[in-house]
Every structure is written in structure tokens, then in C-alpha cells.
Antibody
């Protein structure tokens, strides 16, 4: 059964780039047809989809992030990553990685989430 | 932009039935599948309903989902409420461009 685990710095300075990695275990990131997503949740608030990368490498992003997000995949490490540039305090959140088996499918599984705080 | 609107909170007594609504802002909510996620404090969301009314294995049949095209809304119904059902619930679907959309979440209190 596929499992996901986020990793990365828990503290990022304003205006810098937030970088997170999601490690996939129990299956190959390049096999099958999966969408690998990043989703975030500010404390006490709801869920916000950031974007996804498809097995083929194509990407799609939430327009609200105004092109600050970049998602990439490293098949050799069975990982996919998120870079979010020009961060502000509003980007402070728990960041989750998740997968879905088709374009309009459910998110399952999810990683446990990792808290990223933007502060100087 | 397509949005999903949920009540901020609902509460009900153990053993009773509660329904959480999720209303689409435009178009037809029936055009794309709706998922429902349960999130307990400090944990990642888990699926309780997918593709409008399907239950993942391990989710009790006390959980059910439906679509009402006349009100452009989806509903999550939990019957025989248990204290362990107390959590935040999020609906999720897609807009016409297949961007992911989440509802704002509903806090269920079982008291």
C-alpha cells in the first residue's frame, strides 16, 4: 500500500522559497497513472489545493498562487517536490502531499503533513 | 470561480442523525464527483465518501453521501452518531477546468 511522507524545513524566512519533498513508499511514483498533489491548511482554517504533477510530468496549479508554485518529480528517488517562492506569513500552514488515481478522483492516501512557518 | 459552501458547524446528540450540506456556487454540482473527508485534530484528512456516494472499505455504513441537483448541493449524512464522529468534515470536487475545490469545512460536535 502506497504511503507518503513530507519532509523539509519547518521555518522559512519571508521572501524566500519554501521547499518540501514528499517521499513515496510502497509503490513506484512512475508506475500507473497517478496525480501527485500538494495541499495546505493554515492553522484553524480549511484545505487549499496547491497543485499536482501527473505521472507524465505535466503540472497544474491553483491560480490563486499566482505562479509562485512549482511541483517537480524525481523518479530516481521516488519523490515529488514543491517549491513556493516569495513566501509571506500567509503561507504559514501545514503542508500535505496526497495522491489520486485519476484526474477527478479522491485524494488517498495523504501524508501526515508538515508544519511550515514563515517568519524572520 | 466555482466554490463549495458548507455550514461552519453542526451539532447533534449521540445516536441521532446529522446531515452536512455542501452547495455549489455555479454550474451543476452533479457534473463532477464529490468527495467527503473527515479530519480529526492533529491528523490528516481521510476519505469517508468518494464519487458522491461510495464508501471506502473500513468506513461504516452509518456514513452516506448524496447529490441533490435541484439545490445544486451534496450532502453527507451520518446516522447513529458516535462521539468518535466528532471531527471536521470537508467536501471536495472539481470545477469545469478540473481545478480542485474544497468546501470551507464543517465542525461536527457530538454532545
Amino acid at each position: 500500500q502506497v504511503q507518503l511522507q513530507e519532509s523539509g524545513p519547518g521555518l522559512v524566512k519571508p521572501s524566500q522559497t519554501l521547499s518540501l519533498t514528499c517521499t513515496v513508499s510502497g509503490g513506484s511514483i512512475s508506475s500507473g497513472s497517478y496525480y501527485w498533489s500538494w495541499i495546505r491548511q493554515p492553522a484553524g482554517k480549511g484545505l487549499e489545493w496547491i497543485g499536482h504533477i501527473y505521472t507524465s510530468g505535466s503540472t497544474k496549479y491553483n491560480p490563486s498562487l499566482k505562479s509562485r508554485a512549482t511541483i517537480s518529480v524525481d523518479t530516481s528517488k521516488n519523490q515529488f517536490s514543491l517549491n513556493l517562492s516569495s513566501v509571506t506569513a500567509a503561507d504559514t500552514a501545514v503542508y500535505y502531499c496526497a495522491s489520486s488515481s485519476w484526474l477527478r478522483g479522491r485524494f488517498d492516501p495523504w501524508g501526515q503533513g508538515t508544519l511550515v512557518t514563515v517568519s524572520s | 470561480n466555482f466554490m463549495l459552501t458548507q455550514p461552519h458547524s453542526v451539532s447533534e446528540s449521540p445516536g441521532k442523525t446529522v446531515t452536512i450540506s455542501c452547495t455549489g456556487s455555479s454550474g451543476s454540482i452533479a457534473s463532477n464527483y464529490v468527495q467527503w473527508y473527515q479530519q480529526r485534530p492533529g491528523s490528516a484528512p481521510t476519505t469517508v465518501i468518494y464519487e458522491d456516494n461510495q464508501r471506502p472499505s473500513g468506513v461504516p455504513d452509518r456514513f452516506s453521501g448524496s447529490i441533490d441537483s435541484s439545490s445544486n448541493s451534496a450532502s453527507l449524512t451520518i446516522s447513529g452518531l458516535k462521539t468518535e464522529d466528532e471531527a471536521d468534515y470537508y467536501c471536495q470536487s472539481y470545477d469545469s477546468s478540473t481545478y480542485v475545490v474544497f468546501g470551507g469545512g464543517t465542525k461536527l460536535t457530538v454532545l
